[in-house]
Structures are given as C-alpha cells and as structure tokens.
C-alpha cells in the first residue's frame, strides 16, 4: 500500500475501531484495485525495533490467514498502541473483530437514506 498520504485518506474516512491495543480503519480501494491490502502504523512506544517488528510479522500473518473471509477491495489500517506481545491467535481473534465492526459502520454509512414521505 502506499505511504503516509494513504495512510492519512483512510485514516480520514473515520471508519475506526480498536480492541485493546490494536486499532483499524477501513476505506474502499480506489478503482482498479481487486484485492484489500494492509498497512500497519506502529510507532516507538509500542517498543523496540524487535518487538515492533514481530508484532508487524504476526499481524500480517493474520491477515493473510483472514484474507478469504475478507471482504474484496478495501484498504486497511492497522493501528498499535503499547502491549505486550501475544499469540498469532490474539491478533487474528482482534482482526475478526475489528473487521466486522468496521465494515458494519461503513455499511451503515453507505446504506441509502431513508425517504421522506
């Protein structure tokens, strides 16, 4: 996924959940695009290079193992706040979460208003 500026448009869409420490945000893609793709924001207080970089690991590993039960054509923004580290099982358990919960707002958002009558 591209950098900061697309971090920032998806970020924008305030299509946002957290469960504990892990956050998301979702967008559509833009056209043309046929698969979701992750990004992952994890900055220093999270911890050192090797922890930031394990956490990075298993929360890519969870998406993969998620991906056929993803939704096509949406951007996702993984946000990580401070934690200990844990099982690859805990990050899919709170991509699952996280993924139902956005996708439900951006449903609700995107759901035709009701008419006036």
Same mark, same amino acid.
Request: one cysteine or more.
């Given at each position: 996924?591209?950098?900061?500026?697309t971090?920032?448009?998806?970020?924008? =869409?305030?299509?946002r959940?957290?469960?504990?420490?892990?956050?998301?945000?979702?967008?559509?893609?833009?056209?043309?695009?046929?698969i979701? *793709?992750?990004?992952?924001?994890i900055?220093?207080?999270?911890?050192?290079?090797v922890?930031?970089?394990?956490?990075? *690991?298993?929360l890519?590993?969870?998406?993969r193992?998620? *991906?056929?039960?993803w939704?096509?054509?949406y951007?996702v923004?993984?946000?990580?706040k401070?934690?200990?580290?844990g099982?690859?099982?805990?990050? =899919?358990?709170?991509?699952?979460n996280?993924k139902?919960?956005?996708?439900?707002?951006?449903?609700?958002?995107?759901?035709?208003?009701?008419?006036?009558?």
């Open positions: 996924m591209g950098g900061r500026g971090f920032k448009l998806i970020l924008d =869409q305030n299509l959940s957290w469960d504990g420490p892990i956050g998301m945000s979702i967008a559509p893609s833009p056209e043309g695009v046929k979701s *793709r992750l990004g992952i924001s900055g220093r207080p999270v911890g050192n290079a922890k930031r970089n394990r956490i990075k *690991r298993l890519r590993e969870a998406f193992a998620l *991906r056929a039960d939704p096509t054509a951007d923004v993984v946000l990580v401070p934690h200990e580290t099982p690859l099982s805990h990050y =899919q358990k709170s991509l699952i996280l139902d919960r956005c996708l439900t707002k951006h449903q609700r958002r995107t759901a035709a208003p009701p008419s006036a009558g």
